[in-house]
């Protein structure tokens, strides 16, 4: 279920993904920070509308990916011990509930902290 012939593809298509959203980001601020300059707004103001805010629920990424990939990482360690072949979907489902309490522990980790959990919302 879970073999070289599943996970390669699979883990090739996140990345690229991912480099598409960061390289699409950095030409967008760019961009921006240009036309703000080309406006007349202070180069000051281009550089700090560009800047992540310190209260950025963004920031908390890591943390929250952090926790469900030592999630995940704890339930393939626990399969390991279990008397289940690799393909029962008992495996899957395991991997499935040890990711979303890292979930859950990132949002109360968050709300604790007092920070917002979502974009745009508040704690």
């Not at 390289?23 to 961009?31: C, E, M, N, P, Q």
């Amino acid at each position: 279920m879970f073999g070289v012939e599943t996970m390669v593809p699979v883990a090739f298509m996140v990345m690229l993904a991912y480099t598409l959203v960061g390289i699409t980001k950095v030409i967008s601020d760019g961009r921006t920070r240009r036309r703000l300059i080309e406006k007349g707004a202070a180069p000051e103001l281009a550089r700090a509308l560009g800047a992540a805010a310190h209260d950025d629920p963004g920031l908390y990424g890591a943390l929250r990916w952090g926790l469900v990939t030592g999630a995940a990482g704890l339930a393939l360690i626990l399969i390991q011990f279990l008397p289940f072949r690799s393909g029962d979907p008992i495996m899957l489902g395991v991997i499935l509930v040890f990711v979303a309490a890292g979930l859950l522990t990132y949002y109360a980790t968050a709300r604790r902290m007092g920070r917002p959990t979502a974009r745009g919302g508040a704690a």
